[in-house]
């Protein structure tokens, strides 16, 4: 059996009267870089501050490699969390907060952190609020790895960061995951921050997941299916169709194909991860607005 | 833990340390000074038999007295930048959420930080108490009583249970209130209040007070250091008067104020003194601090509930 690095069943949030997540059940396997994709308030922060055991479930449960977050020393060693505000104390520097980091965790690395800092050209010795946005981040992503997490929760890491320093996080990112069985589960309210490093992807929409799987094979089971004016309920029936979109001389549907096409009259075309997740977000207008923004 | 404790706490301790010193010095200098011209005085006025005292004794020393009574603040002082600040600042920041997904438990966070401040207060103003304790020497035997305003809060236990109190109610409203500004506000606000509460409608009824008639034209005379409470001009009947009795016939033409007295004191007017006597004033140490300590253990209880049972 697979073991599960994260998993959920029927999670659920409630601040006051508005549920910020509900009937949230996906699973993560281990060792994938997920990323979790959402607009703006969609429930992304509110799952992974659940996941890191800061906030309690009002429904459901979560199981980080088999174990209910707790305030407890043998749940806290498994996760690394980065919060969205990148949280530092602003007049420590950054050696401050490595020792932090070595005096708080039991297995932490302190070579490892150090030297990512110093291979990255961050200031060791420099109040982290005279840092950029990308170093602080930095710094915060090795206090995050240090501690050598099983599950590395990461809230937005790259909103606050421009361009060059998005490209530059990435790849730090992927490089220390490269090696060694750690988990991603990273959130932005941009798909294209996320597609180069993730293999597995779940999509919030207001405060529900409405996709989650691995990437590959979203790509392989989500067709376009384009054919003149046809009638659609044999395939309707078979698959499951996302969206149709009729025109006077043709008919297109996403689908997520159940099984090979009999019909030979469809044209069968790939779709991009873009095109899915836009299509699983078609009555979620706005948030598909907001979720494009920025691709090509 | 306590590399934490140290990183964040260390200026503290040492701006506390560095004014405490300065001030054992000044206390020192000028305690030692006022209690030989205290003595002084004393010897020379008792071998002429004319003794009193609390003339201008220790005018020149008025910087010293006031920066001695400015230790009643020291409570609010601390429970504003020791405690309202201990977790604000951190949920203010975030870094509260750094902190808890460390592999060190929210819960041993907590009791660690609250622990620690707590024992740092009650070491400052054990030593401040201690200070301002010894120099309150001389000025005590000066004064009336010990039981009212700068001398009961500042003197023996009472201030060590008032920082307590003050640092627990920073922390709570720190807890509760997330912000720094907020919860300094609120400090520095409920302490004057509960302070005020406490010292007018409750300290003069933790025992029972003694009640005593003088005649209306002898001397009031407690015993010397007694906390009087109430002096009040009663009938015969012993009915409280509002002090103006109109002078009745029958006493006839009074020739001055003495002789309206006697004749009053003759029909039966008194004066009713109710007073704490000296003896009163450890019990009422130990009652108000307690009663303080007990505050401080409710709000220490409501910040670690509050902080470990809701959401980050």
Redesign the interface.
């Given at each position: 059996m697979r073991t599960l690095a994260v998993e959920t069943s029927d999670l659920g949030k409630r601040y006051g009267k508005v549920w910020a997540l509900q009937n949230c059940s996906i699973e993560v396997p281990t060792g994938r870089v997920c990323g979790l994709v959402g607009a703006n308030g969609a429930g992304k922060t509110t799952l992974l501050r659940m996941l890191a055991g800061l906030n309690r479930p009002t429904t459901g449960r979560a199981l980080i490699a088999g174990r209910e977050p707790a305030d407890d020393p043998e749940f806290l060693r498994e996760i690394g969390y980065l919060a969205q505000e990148v949280p530092l104390y602003r007049r420590w520097n950054a050696a401050d907060h490595l020792a932090l980091g070595a005096h708080m965790n039991p297995s932490w690395d302190a070579e490892l952190t150090v030297d990512r800092l110093r291979s990255l050209g961050i200031p060791l010795d420099r109040p982290v609020e005279s840092l950029s946005g990308g170093m602080r981040a930095q710094v915060a992503l090795a206090l995050a790895l240090g501690k050598r997490p099983r599950l590395l929760l990461l809230d937005e890491p790259v909103a606050a960061l421009d361009p060059l320093a998005r490209h530059e996080f990435l790849a730090s990112l992927a490089a220390a995951v490269a090696d060694g069985g750690v988990t991603v589960l990273m959130s932005s309210h941009l798909l294209p921050d996320l597609e180069r490093v993730c293999d597995h992807l779940v999509l919030i929409a207001d405060a529900r997941p409405v996709i989650c799987g691995d990437i590959e094979h979203l790509l392989d089971t989500h067709k376009l299916l384009t054919a003149p004016t046809r009638d659609t309920t044999a395939i309707e029936r078979e698959h499951h169709v996302i969206t149709k979109t009729r025109t006077p001389r043709e008919v297109s549907l996403t689908v997520e194909l159940t099984g090979p096409v009999i019909d030979p009259a469809w044209r069968i075309d790939d779709l991009r991860l873009e095109e899915i997740v836009l299509a699983y977000l078609g009555q979620h207008a706005a948030s598909a607005r907001a979720v494009m923004e920025g691709v090509r | 833990?306590n590399?934490?404790l140290w990183?964040q706490h260390r200026s503290q301790v040492f701006v506390t340390v560095v004014a405490t010193v300065l001030f054992a010095v000044a206390v020192l200098l000028t305690g030692v000074h006022m209690a030989h011209i205290y003595k002084s005085s004393l010897a020379a006025c008792t071998a002429n038999g004319t003794c009193n005292l609390v003339g201008n004794l220790f005018s020149g020393y008025g910087a010293i007295i006031d920066l001695v009574h400015l230790s009643i603040a020291l409570p609010v002082v601390l429970g504003t930048f020791v405690g309202a600040t201990l977790v604000a600042r951190e949920r203010e920041?975030?870094?509260n959420?750094?902190?808890?997904?460390?592999?060190?438990?929210?819960?041993r966070w907590l009791y660690s930080k609250i622990a620690a401040v707590l024992a740092g207060t009650v070491i400052a103003s054990a030593v401040v108490s201690a200070l301002v304790t010894w120099w309150s020497n001389t000025p005590n035997a000066l004064d009336g009583n010990r039981f009212e305003g700068a001398q009961f809060d500042t003197q023996n236990v009472l201030p060590i249970a008032l920082a307590i109190f003050a640092v627990a109610l920073g922390i709570a409203a720190g807890c509760i209130l997330r912000r720094t500004l907020p919860a300094l506000a609120t400090t520095v606000g409920a302490y004057v209040g509960v302070r005020l509460l406490v010292s007018v409608y409750l300290r003069p009824h933790y025992l029972k007070p003694i009640t005593r008639s003088f005649p209306l034209n002898g001397d009031v005379s407690v015993p010397s250091g007694s906390w009087t409470l109430k002096e009040r001009l009663v009938d015969a009947a012993g009915k409280a008067t509002n002090g103006r009795i109109p002078i009745p016939a029958s006493c006839g033409p009074i020739p001055d104020k003495g002789g309206a007295e006697k004749c009053l004191g003759r029909l039966g007017f008194h004066q009713v003194v109710t007073y704490q006597p000296p003896s009163h004033y450890w019990p009422f140490q130990w009652i108000e601090s307690g009663l303080f300590v007990g505050l401080a253990a409710v709000l220490i209880t409501v910040a670690v509930v509050y902080t470990?049972r809701r959401?980050?």
């Amino acid at each position: 059996m697979r073991t599960l690095a994260v998993e959920t069943s029927d999670l659920g949030k409630r601040y006051g009267k508005v549920w910020a997540l509900q009937n949230c059940s996906i699973e993560v396997p281990t060792g994938r870089v997920c990323g979790l994709v959402g607009a703006n308030g969609a429930g992304k922060t509110t799952l992974l501050r659940m996941l890191a055991g800061l906030n309690r479930p009002t429904t459901g449960r979560a199981l980080i490699a088999g174990r209910e977050p707790a305030d407890d020393p043998e749940f806290l060693r498994e996760i690394g969390y980065l919060a969205q505000e990148v949280p530092l104390y602003r007049r420590w520097n950054a050696a401050d907060h490595l020792a932090l980091g070595a005096h708080m965790n039991p297995s932490w690395d302190a070579e490892l952190t150090v030297d990512r800092l110093r291979s990255l050209g961050i200031p060791l010795d420099r109040p982290v609020e005279s840092l950029s946005g990308g170093m602080r981040a930095q710094v915060a992503l090795a206090l995050a790895l240090g501690k050598r997490p099983r599950l590395l929760l990461l809230d937005e890491p790259v909103a606050a960061l421009d361009p060059l320093a998005r490209h530059e996080f990435l790849a730090s990112l992927a490089a220390a995951v490269a090696d060694g069985g750690v988990t991603v589960l990273m959130s932005s309210h941009l798909l294209p921050d996320l597609e180069r490093v993730c293999d597995h992807l779940v999509l919030i929409a207001d405060a529900r997941p409405v996709i989650c799987g691995d990437i590959e094979h979203l790509l392989d089971t989500h067709k376009l299916l384009t054919a003149p004016t046809r009638d659609t309920t044999a395939i309707e029936r078979e698959h499951h169709v996302i969206t149709k979109t009729r025109t006077p001389r043709e008919v297109s549907l996403t689908v997520e194909l159940t099984g090979p096409v009999i019909d030979p009259a469809w044209r069968i075309d790939d779709l991009r991860l873009e095109e899915i997740v836009l299509a699983y977000l078609g009555q979620h207008a706005a948030s598909a607005r907001a979720v494009m923004e920025g691709v090509r | 833990m306590n590399w934490l404790l140290w990183r964040q706490h260390r200026s503290q301790v040492f701006v506390t340390v560095v004014a405490t010193v300065l001030f054992a010095v000044a206390v020192l200098l000028t305690g030692v000074h006022m209690a030989h011209i205290y003595k002084s005085s004393l010897a020379a006025c008792t071998a002429n038999g004319t003794c009193n005292l609390v003339g201008n004794l220790f005018s020149g020393y008025g910087a010293i007295i006031d920066l001695v009574h400015l230790s009643i603040a020291l409570p609010v002082v601390l429970g504003t930048f020791v405690g309202a600040t201990l977790v604000a600042r951190e949920r203010e920041h975030a870094t509260n959420v750094l902190v808890w997904t460390q592999t060190v438990t929210r819960r041993r966070w907590l009791y660690s930080k609250i622990a620690a401040v707590l024992a740092g207060t009650v070491i400052a103003s054990a030593v401040v108490s201690a200070l301002v304790t010894w120099w309150s020497n001389t000025p005590n035997a000066l004064d009336g009583n010990r039981f009212e305003g700068a001398q009961f809060d500042t003197q023996n236990v009472l201030p060590i249970a008032l920082a307590i109190f003050a640092v627990a109610l920073g922390i709570a409203a720190g807890c509760i209130l997330r912000r720094t500004l907020p919860a300094l506000a609120t400090t520095v606000g409920a302490y004057v209040g509960v302070r005020l509460l406490v010292s007018v409608y409750l300290r003069p009824h933790y025992l029972k007070p003694i009640t005593r008639s003088f005649p209306l034209n002898g001397d009031v005379s407690v015993p010397s250091g007694s906390w009087t409470l109430k002096e009040r001009l009663v009938d015969a009947a012993g009915k409280a008067t509002n002090g103006r009795i109109p002078i009745p016939a029958s006493c006839g033409p009074i020739p001055d104020k003495g002789g309206a007295e006697k004749c009053l004191g003759r029909l039966g007017f008194h004066q009713v003194v109710t007073y704490q006597p000296p003896s009163h004033y450890w019990p009422f140490q130990w009652i108000e601090s307690g009663l303080f300590v007990g505050l401080a253990a409710v709000l220490i209880t409501v910040a670690v509930v509050y902080t470990l049972r809701r959401d980050a």
